[in-house]
């Protein structure tokens, strides 16, 4: 069974970083996008960053030029360096992994790719 473990969740100042590690296993992604969803309290799930197997990335404009998704291919994993957090980033954290398909309802979310994690809270204070 494909597997994705989000670490690196927590606590922080408004202003502060984090980095959102997930690891992927009983598959590999090299030629497929990894990335990111994220759910606020109360709120919708957003697709917030993505990046795909030629390195192209996605970043929704909630994040851009704050976030920075990168991958390595030899560990099967995705990062996301989280700078100057804000208050609004408060959030459960969703790794994807994948090919892009038809949205899926399941959990939290309404997935648009084939596999997801459990998530990991961000709490910014």
């Known amino acids: 069974d494909v597997q994705l473990v989000e670490s690196g969740g927590g606590s922080v100042q408004a202003g502060g970083s984090l980095r959102l590690s997930c690891t992927a296993s009983?598959?590999?992604?090299?030629?497929?996008?990894m990335g990111w969803y994220r759910q606020p309290p109360g709120k919708d799930c957003e697709l917030i960053s993505t990046?795909?197997?030629?390195?192209?990335?996605y970043y929704s404009n909630s994040v851009k030029r704050r976030f920075t998704i990168s991958r390595d291919k030899a560990k099967n994993t995705v990062y996301l360096q989280m700078n100057r957090l804000k208050l609004e980033d408060t959030a459960v954290y969703y790794c994807?992994?994948?090919?892009?398909?038809?949205?899926?309802?399941?959990?939290?979310?309404?997935?648009?790719?084939?596999?997801w994690g459990q998530g990991t809270q961000v709490t910014v204070s």
């Open positions: 994807v992994a994948g090919s892009l398909r038809s949205p899926i309802r399941e959990g939290p979310c309404t997935w648009g790719y084939d596999y």
């Open positions: 009983g598959a590999t992604f090299d030629d497929s996008d």
């Open positions: 990046i795909g197997g030629d390195g192209d990335t």
